[in-house]
């Protein structure tokens, strides 16, 4: 009885227990999921500290977890984010099987150059004149939590809470 026991304790403590990776092996699949993703769920919060969620198309233009987005200088986001800095950003990879949500502070960008650095050409059809209707959202990371079945990157077993980095 004990002999096939053990072979059940060894699959499912396999199961349980994440994968430990070093910081660059975790950033790196996140970076994968983050780059996978067609979009992400940008969170804000309202005059009443009230979250504020919509599906948003992100430019990630290189592996330190910057993002940019565009949005309509009108937008309520704006003044959001005008009252108040912080902002979540959340990726899901395609199969649904991984996720990673970063935490982070934004800033507004209206210079042309930056916009001229930051844009994306799938922007161009929603902004009749990119200097005047549109702001570049630029978020930068605070910290960053992954959850990747795939890589058996898993929450705590009892509180399910995800691996999570630091960003300094």
């Given at each position: 009885?004990?002999?096939?026991?053990?072979?059940?304790?060894?699959?499912?403590?396999?199961?349980?227990?994440?994968?430990?990776?070093?910081?660059?092996?975790?950033?790196?699949?996140?970076?994968?999921?983050?780059?996978?993703?067609?979009?992400?769920?940008?969170?804000?919060?309202?005059?009443?500290?009230?979250?504020?969620?919509?599906?948003?198309?992100?430019?990630?233009?290189?592996?330190?977890?910057?993002?940019?987005?565009?949005?309509?200088?009108?937008s309520r986001k704006v003044k959001q984010l005008e009252n108040d800095s912080r902002v979540v950003l959340n990726f899901q990879s395609i199969d649904g099987n991984s996720y990673v949500t970063i935490s982070g502070t934004s800033s507004l960008l209206n210079n042309p150059e930056h916009k001229k650095k930051y844009w994306k050409e799938s922007w161009t059809p929603h902004y009749k004149n990119i200097n005047k209707s549109s702001l570049l959202i630029k978020v930068v990371p605070k910290s960053l939590e992954m959850i990747s079945i795939p890589n058996n990157v898993l929450g705590d077993s009892i509180t399910w809470k995800p691996k999570k980095i630091d960003f300094n």
């Open positions: 009885m004990i002999i096939r026991i053990v072979p059940f304790l060894i699959l499912v403590s396999q199961f349980v227990f994440s994968q430990e990776y070093s910081e660059t092996q975790f950033k790196k699949i996140s970076l994968d999921i983050v780059k996978e993703s067609n979009f992400c769920v940008f969170i804000t919060l309202d005059s009443l500290g009230n979250p504020q969620a919509r599906l948003m198309d992100p430019y990630i233009p290189n592996d330190d977890f910057v993002v940019y987005l565009v949005t309509n200088p009108l």
